[in-house]
Structures are given as structure tokens and as C-alpha cells.
């Protein structure tokens, strides 16, 4: 489904309406996000107040921000870069959970971070060879 998602963004945001992509796919995840949950759980929209706020903060900060911004980033490269950038996403998790929490990675978090950076730079390097 990622990857699907990637190749359609990169097939349809050159050119497109950033925030008119970005809604539909946030509509598009929203729906299918009810759906699933409504059909293997219990709905409960009686939660604290805290919990709501939390969740509008994650939805703007983590959510629309990140849609409107890998359709518009992938309106002015390929899907493939787009797919290694993405990747490097648990390698920023470690850094930041590093800096902020002082979290220590032990060694198959570095033999992972260490694969997704191999992987990346081949995938660049390789090109121009």
C-alpha cells in the first residue's frame, strides 16, 4: 500500500493541486481509518479532553503537514527518491529519541541504521555509476 501510494503521488501531483491531493488523501485515510476500526472494534468517542487535543496536534503537526508536504516535495522528484528519503525516517526517529530523551540504540538498531544508510547510498551512488 506504501509503495502503491508513492507511485500514485508521483503519477498524479506534477502538475496537480497540492492541497486538493493532500485533502483527498487525507479524506481517503480518515474514511478507511473509520471503517477499520468501526468493523474490528469498539468506537469510543467519549475520551478526556486531553486526548483530543493530543490527537488534533498529532493530525495537524504529523499528519496534514507530512501530506501536504511529501505531494507537494513529490510534484519535483521521483517516486524512487521519494521512497529513499521516506526510509530514512527511522534513522531521524533515533536521532531525535537520541537528543531529546537520551535514548541509546543498541547493536541491531545500529546494524539497521547502518543497512537503511547502505541502502540509500547505493540507490544514489548507483545511479551515476
Known sequence: ????????????????????????????????????????????????????????????????????????AQARTSPTRTAIILSMEPVFAAIFAWFWIGEKMGPWGWIGAGCILAGVLMAEVGKRA
Not at 493530525?59 to 511529501?70: D, E, V
Open 1 to 72: 500500500m506504501w509503495a502503491g501510494h508513492i507511485l500514485a503521488l508521483g503519477h498524479f501531483s506534477p502538475g496537480g493541486d497540492t492541497f486538493g491531493l493532500a485533502f483527498l488523501q487525507l479524506l481517503t485515510a480518515g474514511v478507511g481509518s473509520l471503517l477499520w476500526a468501526g468493523s474490528t472494534g469498539k468506537l469510543n468517542f467519549h475520551l478526556p479532553a486531553l486526548v483530543y487535543g493530543s490527537a488534533f496536534y498529532l493530525a495537524l503537526a504529523c499528519t496534514i503537514l507530512a501530506y501536504l508536504g511529501q505531494t507537494w
